[in-house]
């Protein structure tokens, strides 16, 4: 008995593919023939295509092919076909919702084209029945993107850098975002500088944008109505605007001035801005009255002066 080797497996050359494309097209009378349609009446593979040229455009600029459609072609298209392409490809990724760029990768059609059709990529992939992105929806403002940086420089206790905002979870938006708002991650933290800084002394003029964000709430028992009579000559609002927190903090390089706790060292400490006179007891929102505290050294010291 004789053994012998399989023989490799005849090795497909780009011509076969490309002779098989040119046949398939002109059976069909096409100046340009979609993936689909090769697939379904050609000899070979979406993987064979794949490999030997890279994308369906390639393959069809090889065969000599037009590698796009006219707009003839286009309108031929109908929203149904457009809507099964995108199902199809959510359900290749598992998942209810689909990036440009997923489709792009997968899709039979060309992003574009359906931006075109429907204004909206998250319209297109609704009326598909799927979930949009969120992200047309996500229209972030110039004081969200600073209250983000000042959350990053606080939560890390030191200028925040491009690796932090791509860190997962750290950054709220994307370094795309920043760049797109400020035209890159440098430029959106002057924007932040130039922003903390904005104000002289002046800082209660800017009550009316009073930023909330954080647990900042040192004194956080109800006014009695006892002291409303006295708050009514305050010269500064209670609420330490987004500008001044930030100076305080800075000022106190992001540590707990009691216990020295600072989110650099102690991820999970949260720091706080606190009124040292009580804004209660008629202290003023400056900054001198103020302080950084972690929570637990701000727990429970309520109205109290230490
Ligand atoms: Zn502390």
Redo the contacts with the bound molecule.
């Keep these: 008995m004789r053994f012998e080797l399989t023989p490799y497996k005849r090795v497909l050359d780009d011509e076969e593919i490309i002779k098989d494309i040119q046949l398939v097209a002109k059976k069909h009378k096409e100046g340009y023939l979609s993936l689909s349609k090769y697939i379904r009446y050609g000899k070979y593979s979406r993987c064979a295509i794949q490999g030997h040229f890279g994308t369906w455009k390639e393959a069809l600029i090889r065969a000599g092919l037009r590698s796009t459609r006219n707009q003839d072609e286009l309108n031929r298209i109908s929203n149904q076909q457009y809507f099964d392409d995108l199902q199809r490809v959510a359900k290749e990724l598992n998942s209810a919702t689909i990036s440009y760029k997923d489709y792009c990768d997968r899709g039979k059609y060309a992003v574009t084209h359906i931006i075109k059709r429907f204004k909206h990529w998250d319209t297109a992939l609704t009326m598909a029945g799927l979930s949009p992105t969120g992200k047309a929806k996500m229209k972030v403002t110039e004081k969200e993107c600073l209250e983000d940086i000042e959350r990053m420089w606080v939560t890390l206790g030191r200028q925040p850098t491009t690796t932090d905002v791509q860190k997962l979870a750290l950054a709220k938006y994307s370094l795309d975002t920043y760049k797109r708002r400020f035209g890159g991650w440098r430029k959106a933290l002057e924007a932040f500088i130039a922003y903390v800084n904005g104000v002289t002394d002046a800082e209660h003029d800017s009550a009316s944008e009073e930023v909330n964000v954080y647990a900042d709430n040192c004194d956080n028992n109800e006014e009695n109505a006892l002291k409303t009579s006295s708050s009514d000559a305050r010269k500064t609002p209670r609420n330490i605007n987004l500008r001044l927190r930030f100076k305080v903090l800075s000022r106190d390089n992001f540590k707990?001035q009691?216990?020295?706790?600072s989110p650099a060292t102690i991820p999970s400490t949260i720091l706080h801005v606190d009124h040292i006179i009580p804004w209660s007891q008629g202290g003023e929102t400056v900054i001198d009255n103020l302080q950084t505290?972690?929570s637990?050294?701000n727990l429970g010291k309520g109205d109290l002066l230490l």
């Design positions: 707990c009691a216990c020295g706790a505290l972690c637990d050294c």
